[in-house]
């Protein structure tokens, strides 16, 4: 405004001529504010590019550690189903691999997820794709990601040199000291997706100011970005969970590992794990509100049991997840044979579809790791008693005792044996005894706890190992054997036997396995002499009768 004089004020005066200036100079502002933009998008482009391919390089490079360390079971195993299997799956999972295949020492394709692939042949000093990166030198468990282009189409492509390891030895030359390759190529399709995207959003939004750009970035790539994150959290848990499962081949270990592994990954609100068990099924259950592993009946839960009966009916069974993503049913086979089943409840967020890869390699890792714990369960069982062999408990014997000597905590072991099996093979015939035998077995593996162990020591003779139990315990989880009456067999002719036993307890009676073993044994002969279907203690005279039961319960049983 004007003052008296005519004249404008200083502050009217400057804004008046930034005004002027800025119209005037609005080309040069325009071309100015659009170069700063386009060198931004630039540099913006480069670096974006460059951050999503060196993670897209690492989740490849884990992604190629742990697809080795999966076909480990089946190359060990001899398995070549079961390896094209699992190359196959890999890339059916809906995720960003698009091509995996496996070469020999020759170049030749001997595993791809495309079988049109089998028996190519690839030419190391020809071949575009191989002449990026390969050289005469490469080391085995080399690790090797460059991008490449396939097809007309940009690849991340990760080449792995597979080790020859002492385990490939019985198929392998020792003095090769490479196998062949595996390659993974990975699109980066999505990878320039989003590098157009963005540069989209902050063409579209540069006018708005840096602030409206981050939040365009953070809601349009930070999802995407979020998403390579999980992906590689899956990738890592993947390659833990593989080696979590190797620590152990026992079915009992194992059950314990695999429970703990779904409760890490899943974080759901209870876990059911069922697997056969002497004719029949063994379920053990997990709840996020008891945090504690414990053993439940089949026949209690019917959504359970119904859907047994369907992966009994249907060992191939592929897994599933309920229509709302909260539940998932993961059979676990191999070859057609039904070795687990695990239903997981309640999950803390739906389950999607396109992450139905990660199930399907669980099931393959879970398979190879109850398969080989099958394997050696038959090694180390009786077959006729369905009990462990003697070897075994020379093995968990020495196991237990190093236990106990850390923990300070006492074990029972007990003696048992058939009175008068001489007279039922000679009366009956060998067939006969082994029916009384079998009985027995049953018997015993219904009487005594889940972390008792069992044992056919020789012949009509029997070992149980009660681990954190005292004397007076032991006698409570031997007499459910007696409680249960005299062992009967379902032969033409009745045949009802009864059984003596010896007790000893460590430290009480004996300071190592053979001197407990001692100990029992004479417990039983005393229990012999005094009239036989009797258990004597070791280091006490008195002798309780089978139809007697001891005093008090046990705790917790």
């Not at 004719?279 to 997990?286: A, E, L, N, P, V």
Request: neutral net charge.
């Amino acid at each position: 405004m004007p003052n008296k004089k005519g004249r404008m004020t200083a502050p009217k005066y400057l804004d008046q001529l930034r005004t002027e200036w800025v119209y005037a100079h609005r080309r040069k502002l325009f071309l100015g504010v659009a170069l700063i933009m386009c060198v931004f998008l630039i540099i913006l482009g480069v670096l974006l590019y460059r951050f999503l391919v060196r993670d897209n390089d690492l989740k490849s490079r884990e992604l190629a550690v742990t697809v080795v360390s999966g076909l480990k079971h089946a190359m060990v195993d001899r398995d070549p189903a079961a390896m094209q299997d699992t190359v196959e799956a890999i890339v059916s999972g809906g995720n960003s691999v698009r091509r995996l295949f496996i070469l020999d020492k020759d170049g030749r394709v001997v595993f791809s997820a495309d079988r049109k692939e089998l028996g190519k042949r690839f030419d190391r000093s020809t071949d575009p794709s191989c002449k990026v990166c390969h050289n005469d030198s490469l080391p085995a468990g080399f690790i090797n990601t460059v991008a490449v282009t396939v097809d007309d189409q940009r690849v991340l492509r990760t080449a792995c040199v597979l080790p020859n390891e002492p385990a490939c030895y019985s198929c392998h030359d020792a003095s090769q000291s490479k196998l062949g390759m595996l390659i993974i190529d990975r699109s980066l399709r999505d990878t320039y997706d989003l590098i157009g995207r963005t540069l989209l959003f902050f063409l579209l939004f540069g006018s708005a100011g840096l602030v409206s750009v981050g939040y365009v970035l953070n809601r349009g790539a930070g999802q995407y970005i979020r998403a390579i994150e999980n992906q590689g959290e899956e990738l890592t848990s993947l390659y833990i969970m593989v080696e979590r499962l190797s620590r152990s081949i026992d079915r009992k270990d194992l059950t314990t590992i695999v429970l703990e592994i779904l409760c890490d990954f899943f974080k759901p609100r209870e876990i059911y794990l069922v697997y056969p068990k002497n004719g029949g099924f063994r379920c053990i259950s997990w709840s996020s509100a008891e945090q504690r592993f414990e053993r439940v009946k089949v026949d209690a839960n019917p959504a359970l049991k119904r859907a047994i009966e369907r992966w009994t009916q249907n060992p191939a069974l592929e897994p599933e997840v309920a229509v709302d993503g909260m539940e998932i049913m993961l059979p676990v086979s191999r070859s057609r044979l039904p070795l687990a089943l695990v239903l997981v409840n309640g999950l803390p967020v739906p389950f999607q579809p396109r992450r139905m890869w990660l199930l399907r390699t669980m099931a393959d890792h879970f398979g190879a790791a109850f398969e080989n714990a099958r394997l050696y369960s038959i090694a180390i069982t009786d077959s006729l008693t369905s009990l462990y062999t003697r070897r075994h408990l020379d093995y968990c014997s020495e196991q237990l005792l190093t236990k106990a000597e850390e923990r300070k905590e006492p074990f029972c072991l007990v003696m048992m044996d058939i009175d008068d099996f001489k007279k039922v093979n000679d009366r009956y015939g060998h067939p006969a005894g082994d029916a009384v035998l079998a009985a027995l077995g049953v018997r015993i593996l219904e009487c005594i706890r889940d972390v008792d162990l069992a044992f056919r020591y020789g012949g009509e003779e029997f070992v149980l190992l009660l681990p954190r139990t005292s004397a007076e315990e032991g006698q409570i989880v031997a007499h459910r054997i007696f409680e249960a009456g005299p062992i009967k067999t379902n032969q033409s002719e009745s045949i009802s036997c009864t059984v003596s036993m010896g007790l000893a307890a460590w430290p009480e009676h004996a300071a190592t396995i053979s001197d407990l073993l001692q100990a029992a044994d004479r417990a039983l002969y005393a229990a012999k002499r005094a009239g036989k279907n009797r258990l004597a203690v070791a280091s006490s005279p008195a002798l309780c009768d089978g139809s007697v039961p001891p005093p008090n319960a046990l705790p917790g049983d």
